[in-house]
């Protein structure tokens, strides 16, 4: 129906078909899902945990093809069935002249399919016209818990495919060892090593070499890591150069933390990769600044040994600059914890909005140490909040720890010259992922494929 909608031109039909339709899919999906749970089937010659996993994947298997059962129903048998709904839902919004819906319809399209050439065409053709700012074209709040589930149910079977295969493996290897082995010894150990086999990895590294990052130390508390070589000098070198393309308060519109001794200035992951596509910033400069965020959270979920994916919630190159004032008392940076609000009178630290609550680690990677002033520092406590223990920056230095009210961490005052660094957050939590930085990778990437 909404195929023909589109055919007659019909444009206001076609968009109310298509939304009426997203509001019935969870139920329509659900529906298909629940029809996936069949009888018990024990297989013969399988263990305990072989039989509950098989069972698993089978059901898994029925309920991931739900969507696309649902796609040969409505429209022509496609695949991406989807995403098909947003490409006409924003080709009908555009015809009706309502901007604002047909970008996040445009949005949402490469959200769900990321190396379509239709859906990346679209996105171009939105983000070129005029007045369309990062902020609009974010994908549609409304369908995320759905995509999330789909996600989730995907990420769901690779787990599953990757215990059946060691299953599997340990199956043939106890051949001829000891019967009645427990299945519950395979849940151990290396079972379940970093990274998982759901974790979206790095793409091959372009253009730079790039050194073994050296675990300086553990600080005090396990919470806390310090490693430097994370970039080297040419590396922090290219970042630096990078830096002029940062601009006064980005990031912080509204309530800044900083001091007004000092001029603050950022540059996030897609301005970056947006101003390499408009031939502003060297696609070199934009692609280093992905790989050296990348490089860091491998590295920090690496030696806090995490167990799940650890994903970007928010990445920012900033720097902060030394105005010319005497005798400055103020701290470059409060003491603040970075998932919670710190009410200095209690000490108590509210995990509540508006505090980023949903970040669990934060991590800094200097790229020069050029200037006075500046080090980092954690406080002794939320009661405490002078230094215990500081951080001198320098290029390749990384900080990272968790995020909340253990680690108080705060900046002394930048008295001379300019402190440049690639602040990152992170998540545990997939519905806080950083949308922009696959959508800055992907403009790189379209970038490469196009030169
Ligand atoms: O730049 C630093 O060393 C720390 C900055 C920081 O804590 C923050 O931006 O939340
Ligand atoms: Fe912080």
Same mark, same amino acid.
């Given at each position: ?25 969870? @139920? ?8 996936? #749970? ?17 069972? &698993? ?15 040969? =129903? ?26 604002? !819906? ?42 995320? !818990?759905?995509?999330?589930? &789909? ?16 299953? $599997? ?29 759901? &974790?979206?990895?790095? $793409? ?12 300086? @130390? ?21 970042? =630096? ?52 965020? @990348? ?18 919630? #928010? ?6 600059? *030394? ?32 505090? #980023? ?20 520092? #954690? ?23 968790? *995020? ?13 010259? @300019? ?33």
């Amino acid at each position: 129906m909404g195929s023909e909608l589109y055919h007659r031109n019909q444009w206001q039909e076609l968009v109310d078909v298509i939304e009426t339709s997203l509001q019935e899919l969870p @139920r329509a999906l659900q529906r298909c899902r629940d029809e996936c #749970y069949g009888p018990l089937r024990l297989g013969r010659r399988m263990g305990f945990a072989q039989t509950v996993i098989h069972q &698993m994947i089978t059901l898994k298997e029925c309920q991931s093809q739900c969507i696309h059962k649902l796609g040969e =129903l409505r429209f022509d048998k496609t695949e991406e069935f989807f995403g098909s709904y947003f490409h006409y839902l924003q080709y009908g919004y555009h015809m009706l002249n309502a901007s604002l !819906p047909a970008i996040q319809a445009s949005a949402t399209q490469l959200q769900l399919e990321p190396h379509s050439d239709v859906a990346k065409k679209n996105a171009v053709f939105y983000r070129q016209q005029h007045g369309v700012t990062r902020k609009d074209f974010i994908p549609r709040e409304d369908v995320q !818990p759905l995509i999330e589930s &789909m996600d989730l149910e995907h990420s769901f079977m690779h787990v599953l495919d990757e215990l059946s295969g060691h299953l $599997e493996q340990f199956g043939e290897e106890r051949q001829g060892g000891e019967e009645g082995q427990d299945d519950a010894e395979l849940l151990d150990n290396d079972f379940f090593a970093y990274p998982p086999a759901n &974790m979206p990895q790095a $793409e091959e590294w372009e253009w730079q070499e790039w050194n073994k990052p050296e675990i300086v @130390r553990f600080t005090t508390d396990p919470d806390r890591m310090l490693a430097d070589n994370v970039l080297s000098q040419d590396q922090c070198d290219k970042l =630096l150069e990078l830096t002029k393309h940062c601009k006064e308060g980005d990031g912080y519109q509204r309530k800044a933390p900083h001091t007004y001794n000092e001029l603050f200035e950022g540059l996030n992951i897609l301005d970056a990769a947006k101003k390499s596509q408009e031939g502003e910033v060297v696609p070199e400069l934009s692609q280093l600044y992905v790989n050296a965020s @990348r490089r860091s959270r491998d590295a920090i979920a690496k030696e806090f040994n995490l167990q799940t994916p650890l994903y970007f919630s #928010y990445t920012h190159l900033v720097c902060r600059t *030394a105005k010319d004032v005497v005798e400055r008392r103020d701290l470059s940076h409060p003491v603040h914890s970075d998932n919670c609000i710190l009410n200095e009178a209690t000490g108590e630290c509210d995990k509540v909005p508006p505090a #980023y609550t949903w970040r669990d680690y934060s991590a800094i990677l200097y790229l020069s140490g050029e200037f006075e002033g500046g080090d980092f520092f #954690y406080a002794h406590s939320t009661k405490d909040l002078s230094p215990e223990e500081t951080v001198s920056p320098k290029c390749g230095r990384l900080v990272a720890f968790s *995020a909340g009210k253990e680690n108080m961490h705060g900046v002394l005052a930048v008295t001379k010259g @300019r402190r440049c660094a690639v602040a990152l957050w992170f998540t545990l939590d997939p519905n806080h992922k950083e949308a922009t930085f696959s959508m800055a990778e992907e403009i790189l990437h379209e970038i490469k494929t196009v030169s």
